[in-house]
């Protein structure tokens, strides 16, 4: 297991470990150390008890059977038991709970004709009423047990949301009053906006914003989901969270709020019926997993949640499961990550820097193409992300692709 030491790393020693990389264009540094928490997963057997083969911060849940028309099923009828069990078996693995709070119950449903998953009228506008009454239901028999709720799942595609974005503002600012008087401490989430699809977003994510901050900002994260479309791949998705992060500061979104991506995978079918989707395995696999959770890093995303741990199927492109090189690039990058101090810039070669002013690690990686990079003078082991490890000499030069690669010492390795 390689976890870089949770300490602050002088500048200087960033300078001098940056020998032999391009001139870089952007630059972060962090004044706290990567949180387990911004390794997120989703787990949909989370009620069954399974338990990832892998380290892990946080779960999303969602897609298990405990959705609010799951679990309300008559208006005054609750089944509590799947989500209990799954609440249950996540404080177990201690992770950090996020709950997605929608969607509508077909009772409760304005429109049964309006979405279908997981059930008629899901996506239509619940009263307000039917609304709080669901929501303080749930704090107030979960306190703090969970850590965050998410008002609503991909609230700009018709799938799941048929409201207007302004109705749906109306939902999380009702919801944000019980949360935070039921538990002050825990994080409101906004609902969820895909990036992929051009038209989708714009016709809810910007008049979202615009409502939220009409409500004086009553969240604490904004959430998106990063899947690119089925082609795509981490340069495209980097691509994307850059155009979000240029809207939320057109939309002034207060510099507190945190960016989540709460669900993020590869290959995905479509938009479109002309685009196809694809698996990703092997060498890719590991590679684009990690890529992520360090684009987070420079890109300044606070939270990633994959999609998800469940053997192969044809929804997603890279398979998270035990054995799977996607999930030996999330541990590795788990390892490299949590609990460490970084500063990251991007260029050429994305680089970023962990540990201390001694023992410090770096993890080197290209958007595109393949680029020279010269050893650092500390480094004597470098490691790929699917933990493939090599000894190297200080001032060599290496060819370093989209496979990120850590260089670092024996003392910074354990």
């Not at 009702?174 to 906004?190: C, L």
């Not at 850059?242 to 939309?251: A, G, I, R, T």
């Amino acid at each position: 297991m390689r976890r870089a030491m949770a300490v602050t790393i002088s500048s200087a020693f960033i300078a001098s470990s940056l020998v032999g990389i391009a001139a870089s264009t952007t630059a972060t540094a962090a004044p706290n150390p990567v949180p387990p928490a911004q390794f997120g997963l989703h787990v949909p057997e989370i009620a069954e008890g399974v338990v990832p083969g892998v380290s892990y911060g946080s779960i999303r849940i969602w897609d298990s059977g405990v959705t609010w028309g799951q679990v309300q099923q008559a208006k005054n009828k609750f089944w509590w038991d799947g989500l209990d069990r799954a609440i249950g078996n996540a404080n177990a693995q201690n992770v950090s709970i996020l709950y997605v709070l929608g969607s509508t119950p077909k009772w409760a449903a304005s429109n049964k004709k309006q979405g279908t998953y997981p059930n008629k009228g899901a996506a239509s506008m619940p009263k307000l009423k039917d609304w709080k009454t669901w929501v303080n239901a749930v704090v107030n028999r979960y306190g703090d047990s969970i850590e965050s709720y998410q008002i609503w799942n991909e609230a700009n595609l018709s799938d799941f949301w048929q409201g207007t974005p302004k109705q749906m503002a109306t939902l999380t600012k009702e919801a944000s009053k019980i949360i935070r008087k039921g538990d002050p401490t825990a994080k409101i989430v906004s609902a969820s906006t895909t990036l992929r699809l051009e038209s989708a977003y714009e016709k809810f994510f910007p008049p979202y914003l615009k409502a939220l901050k009409k409500d004086k900002w009553p969240v604490d994260a904004i959430a998106v989901h990063s899947y690119p479309d089925g082609q795509g791949n981490p340069g495209t998705r980097a691509d994307l969270i850059s155009q979000v992060k240029v809207q939320l500061k057109k939309s002034k979104v207060p510099s507190s709020k945190e960016l989540w991506d709460t669900e993020v995978n590869y290959g995905i079918k479509g938009p479109g019926k002309k685009i196809k989707g694809r698996s990703i395995t092997g060498a890719n696999a590991a590679s684009w997993v990690a890529q992520t959770y360090l684009d987070n890093l420079r890109l300044g995303v606070d939270r990633s949640y994959w999609y998800f741990w469940s053997p192969a199927t044809n929804r997603i492109g890279i398979t998270m499961q035990d054995g799977t090189t996607g999930a030996i690039g999330y541990q590795t990058a788990f390892d490299w990550m949590s609990g460490s101090f970084y500063s990251c810039s991007s260029g050429t070669l994305n680089t970023c820097n962990f540990g201390d002013n001694i023992n410090v690690s770096v993890v080197v990686w290209a958007s595109q193409g393949t680029q020279a990079y010269t050893v650092p003078a500390n480094a004597s082991i470098s490691c790929n992300a699917l933990n493939q490890c090599s000894a190297v000499t200080p001032g060599q030069s290496i060819a370093i692709g989209n496979m990120p690669t850590w260089f670092g010492t024996t003392a910074t390795q354990n």
